[in-house]
């Protein structure tokens, strides 16, 4: 107490300051009486604060509006939000109902982000190459804690993506989602339709089994049949093709499957396919928004909101 006492400019004194000092004494016990009356009155105003925390600075700046359940504010509240403005303010309850999309375009989408992330954690003990590619899978299969989980996570979903594309499409077909104006985006869609099947492909050398061998040596046969670009196809000879410069030489890498065809695939399926993919993903989900949200039934509406014919 005394050290205190000397640092506010009254000398420091060694007994109780009424007891040694007199009438400064008196001064210094009011004085500190009056500094505990402000320190009570601040705490009373922040214990207000406490209890009513929407006032304070720390609230507001999270939540910028109010949380009524009024249109405006609830028209707010997603168009401040750095994440939610990407969703339209107001969207027709009808459109987005489970019967009527069957959650097959969101699901796909939620399938494609799980297969990106089992696929990168894959990377991590998968090698490009013929002499380690098929032992990295045993490895995976037996010895990686969690390893049989991941990559069969990651090859279900590779499977469940394919059926949910489809089904997606099927879904849009029976709806008439494809006329205009959407026209484009099932363009767009038929392009992800194509990618989505284009990374089963090239996922299926990966592994280096007589399975994924065989399918891509029949698959990649199919390419010499190609119209000009094969030379088996039509018109193949015109432009001067050959097993050595042709569309299947182009994706093997070589005139067999082997080393290059598995780098290859491993280099489409890890890193150009995603990234073609996932940029036309984004373009479908911003054509969804710009033609005018997703189709659906036209919104039900009660007898009151209904308008009578107008008057003249
Ligand atoms: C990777 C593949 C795909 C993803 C992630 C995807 C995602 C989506 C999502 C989230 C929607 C919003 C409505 C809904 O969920 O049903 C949608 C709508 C739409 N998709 Fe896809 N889609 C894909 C492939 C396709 C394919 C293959 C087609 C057709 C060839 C297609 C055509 C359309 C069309 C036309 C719409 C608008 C439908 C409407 O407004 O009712 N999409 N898509």
Redesign the pocket.
Known sequence: MAETDGKNGAPASTGTPAASNGGNGKGKITALLEGGKIVRARAAEELKALKQPEKTDLWKSVLRVKHDETPRSRALGVLSNVFLHLHPAKINRDAVAYNY?W????M??YV?ITLVFTGTLLMFYYHPSKVVAFRDILYLEHDVPFGKLLRNMHRWGAHLMVIM?EL??F??FL?G??KPP?QF??VV??L??VL?LLLSFTGYLLPDDQLGFWAVTVGTNMARATPLLGHDGPFGHILGMTPFNDVRFGLLGGSIVDANALLRAYIWHCVAIPII?STF?VV??WR?RK?GG???PAPVMLESEIKGPRKI
């Open positions: 999309t959650g097959m375009g969101g796909t989408f494609y594309v997606h499409m879904r849009v709806t989602s494809y959407r985006n099932w869609g038929v992800l339709l989505t993919a993903m479908h989900f969804v033609d997703i189709s659906g």
